[in-house]
């Protein structure tokens, strides 16, 4: 059985941040790419940011400059950290791990960016 277990999410004005987190576990070995996706009301999921095993990163031009994905291999976590937030960046956030046997999604995290 393998986990995803997000956190971070919630409610912040404008201008705020957020960090989100996901924590895979169980038998999960060998991950090569996390990433986090966001599907807002109406509209289709997007992939947001992602890493490699090698460090390498790649982010949607919308978020570019605002938001900073990183990973912690030990603790087998991703985060991504969300600076200068704006509506539009309302959305349920889901985590997605690729390992060399599996694609994983977590449940999705709510993040709402709202005066």
């Known amino acids: 059985q393998v986990q995803l277990v997000e956190s971070g999410g919630g409610l912040v004005q404008p201008g705020g941040s957020l960090r989100l987190s996901c924590v895979a576990s169980g038998s999960i070995l060998n991950i090569n790419v996390m990433g986090w996706y966001r599907q807002a009301p109406g509209k289709q999921r997007e992939l947001v940011a992602a890493?490699?095993?090698?460090?390498?990163?790649n982010y949607a031009d919308s978020v570019k400059g605002r938001f900073t994905i990183s990973r912690d291999n030990a603790k087998k976590t991703v985060y991504l950290q969300m600076s200068s937030l704006k509506p539009e960046d309302t959305a349920v956030y889901y985590c997605?791990?690729?390992?060399?046997?599996?694609?994983?999604w977590g449940q999705g995290t709510q993040v709402t960016v709202s005066s």
């Open positions: 890493i490699t095993s090698g460090g390498s990163t």
């Open positions: 997605n791990i690729r390992s060399a046997f599996g694609v994983y």
